[in-house]
């Protein structure tokens, strides 16, 4: 079983940045694939961008590339979500999942953020 709590959404004028975090529990770390989703208002779940358990190989939205940057720390059981140069149309809840390197019949998901880019 995999606990995952994600932090840092809010409020943000276009244009600005956020950071958002996934703490990871209940499993190792170090063999958890990691991923960020979004789901705004009215579409479909999108895959923002995901990470492997090396940190090499991520992969992006076509949306959000060169503006978002995945990172982990597997000493902090962490994924993170670097977003700069934030539009309206991030807006979402952002939600990070993750899925056992050696078991994948089970994605696990977090509570969710809110990110609201506006003026």
């Known amino acids: 079983q995999v606990q995952l709590v994600e932090s840092g959404g809010g409020l943000v004028q276009p244009g600005g940045s956020l950071r958002l975090s996934c703490v990871a529990s209940g499993s190792t770390f170090r063999l958890l694939i990691m991923r960020w989703y979004r789901q705004a208002p009215g579409k479909e779940r999108e895959t923002v961008a995901g990470i492997p358990i090396s940190g090499d190989g991520t992969i992006y939205l076509d949306s959000v590339k060169g503006r978002f940057t995945i990172s982990r720390d597997n000493a902090k059981n962490t994924v993170s979500l670097q977003m700069n140069s934030l539009k309206p149309e991030d807006t979402a809840v952002y939600y990070c999942?993750?899925?056992?390197?050696?078991?994948?019949?089970?994605?696990?998901w977090g509570q969710g953020t809110q990110v609201t880019v506006s003026s």
């Open positions: 999942s993750a899925t056992h390197l050696y078991d994948n019949t089970r994605e696990f």
